[in-house]
């Protein structure tokens, strides 16, 4: 499915017109409302009341509200005499007289507490999940109740040329992905636990990893032999050595089981040479099982780039992508791309790219950033902005900070970690596209050659910021892709270690409720240190502050005996 759109202005302002795939789309402002027709085949009349119901529901609370008011403030004025609501209230005041300074001392103290105690909560809570809990709570149990609305599905925005709706394409936006270029466990991952003692892998990450070498490896497990229902196991034990030693256990039974080989160079093997013997034995015994073998070759093309021999890794890259043309979702030519910058081999990354940049394949960040390293390439060493603001810009410099801006909309999170805003980490085995984890793994292994391009990361640090105008309401709407899918940052705290801060993208504002509590907090522990340190003072500006807070009911208790007939309240008041 292409993620990429061409976007063009029609004569009218509330219509876009989109290209997707050589089809054509009209979005317009008319189309913004929930699509109530499923694949059931609904009434539209049914479904059009409903919805009307729901509106006027909607529309009548709020005046349903200020009746209800209005109700209260009369009842309480016609049972204020048989009720006594004068005495009460003269008692209330002389038992409030009567109270000490410590008193209120004690109860704004008291009020500081809690408020600070939710605030913690509620802060906590936000850096931990993104959201208000009280909001949160709020939206999914209250408003329900108030007759609130469910935000419009994105389904039925796209409106074919003729008018009729048409669903919009089914976009993976959280998909979670194999990382193409993911560490080594044994040799890499390991070690950075051993030196930091730091878990650089979630249990979430390696337990999707432990679901792809099951499927992989296995395959029919109607016809699994011995050794293979032993691995099968293994790929799923959590324990490290528990996993090692159901490989071991497996050659013991087959010693040409290449699967268990595979696990011991991944995991048992301590460097990246011993983890190539493993796999080099695991090759030669592999038979003619397809997905060992691809899987094989090209952790040896990627043993072979980490120990510096890249021409051949490359050419066993490109060896492996013309066995097996149709196995493009693997993304070997990401690995590529990546050992040809290493050779700086910018003609051949160029003759990649012209195959795999194609607005009909899904997009990646080593794509979209790799193109426009090239562009930048090609302009950054003599960019100057001081000269490019006097003369404007050419037609090369405007290529390239498009294909910035194009890059930056596609993974916004890339940026800070190429200009070292942000501190990198280990990428994780699997990545989600747009999102954060999918910007370190880039960076991870890209940054040198950013480097290695004099200028390019000026250039970018020039114009990456620009984007954001391009699109102000990117999770609504996108200028060269899709919108922003607004599940990454869950995605990503599930996929990236907790040590890591997770970069969110737009960036959230602080929830009310946090700036609330944190102002009440505030407010009351004021109160309290005023009330204890000057009692008097503060009981003098009280009761001033009640006298005018209860001063507009007190004139609209006397403009309501002056407009009534007494004997009408008299009569009310027998009734």
Same mark, same amino acid.
């Given at each position: 499915?292409?993620?990429?759109?061409?976007?063009?202005?029609?004569?009218?302002?509330?219509?876009?017109?989109?290209?997707?795939?050589?089809?054509?789309?009209?979005?317009?402002?008319?189309?913004?409302?929930?699509?109530?027709? *499923?694949?059931?085949?609904?009434?539209?009349?049914?479904?059009?009341?409903?919805?009307?119901?729901?509106?006027?529901?909607?529309?009548?609370?709020?005046?349903?509200?200020?009746?209800?008011?209005?109700?209260?403030?009369?009842?309480?004025?016609?049972?204020?005499?048989?009720?006594?609501?004068?005495?009460?209230?003269?008692?209330?005041?002389?038992?409030?007289?009567?109270?000490?300074?410590?008193?209120?001392?004690?109860?704004?103290?008291?009020?500081?507490?809690?408020?600070?105690?939710?605030?913690?909560?509620?802060?906590?809570?936000?850096?931990?999940?993104?959201?208000?809990?009280?909001?949160?709570?709020?939206?999914?149990?209250?408003?329900?109740?108030?007759?609130?609305?469910?935000?419009?599905?994105?389904?039925?925005?796209?409106?074919?040329?003729?008018?009729?709706?048409?669903?919009?394409?089914?976009?993976?936006?959280?998909?979670?992905?194999?990382?193409?270029?993911?560490?080594?466990?044994?040799?890499?991952?390991?070690?950075?636990?051993?030196?930091?003692?730091?878990?650089?892998?979630?249990?979430?990450? @390696?337990?999707?990893?432990?679901?792809?070498?099951?499927?992989?490896?296995?395959?029919?497990?109607?016809?699994?032999?011995?050794?293979?229902?032993?691995?099968?196991?293994?790929?799923?034990?959590?324990?490290?050595?528990?996993?090692?030693?159901?490989?071991?256990?497996?050659?013991? @039974?087959?010693?040409?089981?290449?699967?268990?080989?595979?696990?011991?160079?991944?995991?048992?093997?301590?460097?990246?040479?011993?983890?190539?013997?493993?796999?080099?034995?695991?090759?030669?015994?592999?038979?003619?099982?397809?997905?060992?073998?691809?899987?094989?070759?090209?952790?040896?093309?990627?043993?072979?780039?980490?120990?510096?021999?890249?021409?051949?890794?490359?050419?066993? @890259?490109?060896?492996?992508?013309?066995?097996?043309?149709?196995?493009?979702?693997?993304?070997?030519?990401?690995?590529?791309?990546?050992?040809?910058?290493?050779?700086?081999?910018?003609?051949?990354?160029?003759?990649?790219?012209?195959?795999? *940049?194609?607005?009909?394949?899904?997009?990646?960040?080593?794509?979209?950033?790799?193109?426009?390293?090239?562009?930048?390439?090609?302009?950054?060493?003599?960019?100057?902005?001081?000269?490019?603001?006097?003369?404007?810009?050419?037609?090369?410099?405007?290529?390239?900070?498009?294909?910035?801006?194009?890059?930056?909309?596609?993974?916004?999170?890339?940026?800070?970690?190429?200009?070292?805003?942000?501190?990198?980490?280990?990428?994780?085995?699997?990545?989600?596209?747009?999102? *954060?984890?999918?910007?370190?793994?880039?960076?991870?292994?890209?940054?040198?050659?950013?480097?290695?391009?004099?200028?390019?990361?000026?250039?970018?640090?020039?114009?990456?910021?620009?984007?954001?105008?391009?699109?102000?309401?990117?999770?609504?709407?996108?200028?060269?892709?899709?919108?922003?899918?607004?599940?990454?940052?869950?995605?990503?705290?599930?996929?990236?270690?907790?040590?890591?801060?997770?970069?969110?993208?737009?960036?959230?504002?602080?929830?009310?409720?946090?700036?609330?509590?944190?102002?009440?907090?505030?407010?009351?522990?004021?109160?309290?240190?005023?009330?204890?340190?000057?009692?008097?003072?503060?009981?003098?500006?009280?009761?001033?502050?009640?006298?005018?807070?209860?001063?507009?009911?007190?004139?609209?208790? *006397?403009?309501?005996?002056?407009? @009534?007939?007494?004997?009408?309240?008299?009569?009310?008041?027998?009734?």
């Amino acid at each position: 499915m292409a993620e990429m759109m061409n976007v063009s202005n029609s004569s009218h302002l509330s219509t876009l017109w989109f290209t997707v795939n050589g089809d054509k789309y009209r979005f317009s402002n008319n189309n913004i409302r929930r699509n109530m027709e *499923d694949t059931t085949g609904s009434n539209p009349q049914s479904l059009g009341f409903t919805e009307k119901l729901k509106s006027w529901l909607s529309w009548s609370w709020t005046y349903v509200c200020f009746i209800w008011f209005g109700m209260v403030l009369i009842m309480i004025y016609v049972l204020w005499s048989p009720l006594k609501l004068q005495e009460t209230l003269t008692s209330a005041s002389v038992f409030l007289n009567t109270l000490t300074p410590k008193f209120y001392v004690a109860l704004t103290g008291t009020s500081s507490l809690i408020s600070g105690l939710i605030l913690i909560f509620e802060w906590w809570y936000f850096r931990k999940y993104g959201t208000s809990f009280i909001e949160q709570v709020s939206v999914s149990h209250l408003r329900p109740l108030l007759g609130g609305v469910e935000s419009s599905s994105t389904t039925g925005l796209f409106s074919s040329v003729n008018g009729e709706a048409e669903p919009r394409p089914s976009v993976s936006e959280c998909k979670v992905w194999r990382n193409p270029l993911n560490l080594f466990r044994g040799a890499e991952y390991n070690r950075y636990t051993w030196v930091t003692g730091k878990e650089p892998l979630t249990y979430y990450d @390696m337990n999707l990893s432990a679901q792809d070498h099951q499927t992989f490896f296995t395959g029919d497990t109607q016809q699994l032999r011995p050794e293979d229902a032993v691995m099968q196991k293994a790929w799923r034990e959590r324990n490290p050595q528990a996993r090692i030693r159901a490989a071991y256990q497996a050659i013991e @039974m087959n010693h040409e089981c290449a699967a268990a080989y595979v696990l011991l160079a991944e995991e048992e093997a301590t460097t990246i040479t011993e983890a190539e013997r493993l796999f080099k034995k695991a090759l030669s015994i592999a038979g003619k099982d397809i997905n060992l073998l691809v899987y094989i070759k090209r952790r040896l093309a990627m043993c072979a780039r980490k120990l510096g021999r890249i021409k051949e890794a490359v050419k066993m @890259m490109r060896d492996l992508m013309k066995e097996f043309p149709l196995l493009g979702m693997l993304n070997i030519h990401e690995n590529l791309l990546e050992a040809l910058l290493e050779l700086q081999a910018y003609a051949d990354v160029q003759a990649v790219l012209a195959k795999y *940049d194609d607005i009909s394949l899904p997009k990646s960040a080593t794509i979209c950033y790799t193109s426009a390293l090239l562009k930048a390439r090609a302009v950054s060493d003599k960019f100057s902005p001081e000269a490019a603001s006097r003369r404007g810009l050419s037609t090369a410099e405007m290529n390239a900070v498009e294909a910035i801006h194009r890059a930056v909309e596609f993974n916004p999170h890339v940026p800070k970690y190429l200009l070292e805003m942000k501190s990198l980490i280990l990428p994780p085995e699997h990545i989600l596209k747009r999102g *954060d984890s999918e910007a370190v793994a880039y960076a991870f292994f890209h940054l040198q050659h950013w480097k290695r391009a004099e200028g390019a990361l000026n250039l970018l640090h020039c114009t990456w910021e620009g984007t954001f105008r391009i699109i102000p309401y990117p999770l609504e709407k996108g200028h060269l892709f899709y919108p922003y899918p607004g599940c990454t940052e869950t995605a990503d705290r599930e996929l990236l270690p907790s040590f890591h801060e997770v970069s969110v993208y737009p960036k959230k504002e602080l929830p009310f409720f946090i700036l609330f509590t944190a102002g009440l907090c505030s407010f009351t522990a004021i109160l309290a240190m005023l009330t204890h340190q000057f009692p008097e003072l503060m009981g003098v500006f009280a009761k001033a502050f009640f006298s005018t807070l209860f001063a507009p009911l007190g004139f609209f208790a *006397d403009k309501m005996e002056s407009f @009534m007939p007494s004997s009408f309240w008299h009569q009310l008041t027998r009734i």
